[in-house]
């Protein structure tokens, strides 16, 4: 009975990760663009105020200019580097190092939108 649970296990696993590798080697993305309220809608105002809120829980630990162990989002050389809200959640979800990635488990679709929103908002101060 054990080895047929083990292997059922296995099998579900093998196939979960057959089903992810399947579009990657097409090249096909599996991401969905985020879509935020238009600027004159009064939940923007809520979105940036949560996004900032999580920013500051989860970002700015390390990428507040007294940190100096991460790259500051307020440069011009950082969004340079990001110049896409595609290339943020790229680099958000995935990690780089030292940066942990954030995956849905850490942070939502909706709470990346609102965080990368409110990091919109330090490019131009």
Not at 82 to 99: C, F, H, K, N, W
């Amino acid at each position: 009975m054990r080895f047929w649970i083990i292997s059922l296990a296995v099998l579900l696993t093998l196939g979960a990760l057959v089903s992810l590798a399947i579009p990657l080697a097409r090249g096909e993305t599996t991401e969905r663009p985020m879509i935020l309220p238009d600027a004159g809608s009064t939940t923007v105002q809520g979105a940036l105020t949560t996004g900032e809120t999580l920013y500051q829980s989860r970002c700015l630990g390390c990428h507040a200019p007294q940190a100096r162990f991460a790259p500051r989002h307020d440069t011009p050389e950082f969004w340079a580097k990001y110049p896409t809200d595609e290339a943020l959640v790229q680099v958000i979800r995935s990690g780089r190092y030292p940066m942990p990635g954030f995956g849905p488990g850490a942070i939502n679709d909706v709470q990346l939108a609102q965080i990368i929103s409110y990091m919109h908002t330090l490019a131009k101060k």
